[in-house]
């Protein structure tokens, strides 16, 4: 990481922090387990969009709290319709969550092409939840960094993600800015989700519509044009493997709306399979 990356994240952790904890005397929400694919839809699938901001700067109250640790294989790194990996990747995570937040950390580890064996992400992510008249909402803050890219400088992304909860579905809203290095970078999706038991496990398919601005198709695809961006269908299957392990097989895909986004990528379909290997245990 750069140096200058670390004294920008420093200086503006504190503020998107506060912006982030202004609610304070709703009645929490119990957030999802973290873990999982970065950039999928489902909150409890994804790490980078579980954590924790510390609301009001008070000291986190650690009872229920859990640790969670779980690796991910994957055919390849997609991330809002993106490649990143010319092949299979391990995307390794461990996160912390409470009864209104979580922290998570996720890295990926290519496996195939020149930094094979390598790390060459790490993202930290903080969140909070909370109900709000019939809605969950779910602010977060997620810093990206990315080691051995040396034309990838770190950057913070500010979310809130919105779960109108029906039944066995849910619709969600969700809306990221950059605020350090791509300035302007916007990225929005709605969805609809949809789970249902099976066994002893459970399954959760969601459908999700993209839109972005100018500046985040220029920051990561470098082509000028705003509007929508990609059509994403994701399913994870749920169950457990061995005592507390648990083992989600999961399927991604993603096509880009864009002509000019499709002329300016390799694959504007892409298909992620994978599964994700999960441990969590009581902290008290």
């Known amino acids: 990481m750069k140096s200058t990356a ?37 909150s409890s699938y994804v790490a980078p ?27 390849r790194y997609v991330w809002r319709g993106l490649e990143w990996s010319p092949g299979a990747a391990a995307q390794p995570s461990l996160y912390l969550t409470g009864e209104r937040y979580a922290l998570s950390l996720w890295s990926n580890l290519p496996l195939t092409g020149e930094r094979s064996g390598q790390v060459d992400e790490l993202d930290l992510s903080l969140n909070y939840g909370f109900d709000c008249r019939g809605l969950s909402l ?9 080691p051995r890219q040396s034309d990838a400088p770190s950057t913070i992304e500010a979310d809130m993600t919105l779960f109108y909860p029906l039944q066995n579905y849910s619709l969600s809203l969700s809306n990221s800015l950059d605020l350090i290095e791509y300035r302007g970078a916007y990225f929005g999706s709605f969805g609809a989700g949809w789970s249902i038991a099976f066994g002893e496990g459970w399954l959760e398919t969601a459908m999700m519509l993209n839109w972005c601005s100018t500046e985040f198709n220029q920051a990561y695809s470098d082509v000028a044009v705003s509007g929508l961006h990609s059509l994403t269908f994701d399913a994870v299957f749920n169950t457990t493997l061995i005592g507390s392990i648990w083992i989600k097989p999961h399927i991604n895909l993603n096509y880009l709306l864009q002509p ?25």
């Open 6 to 42: 670390l004294t920008q994240f420093v200086k503006h952790i504190t503020a998107a922090a506060f912006l982030l904890s202004i609610p304070q005397k709703i009645d929490a929400l119990s957030p999802p387990a973290c873990g999982g694919m970065k950039g999928g839809v489902f």
């Open 49 to 75: 969009r579980c954590g924790m901001t510390i609301p009001s700067y008070a000291q986190i109250d650690l009872s229920g709290a859990s640790l969670g640790v779980e690796v991910d294989a994957v055919s």
């Open 138 to 146: 779910e602010p977060t803050l997620n810093w990206y960094n990315y």
């Open 260 to 284: 000019s986004l499709r002329n300016a990528v390799n694959h504007p379909f892409t298909a992620v399979f994978g599964a994700a290997f999960n441990w969590e245990k009581p902290i008290q």
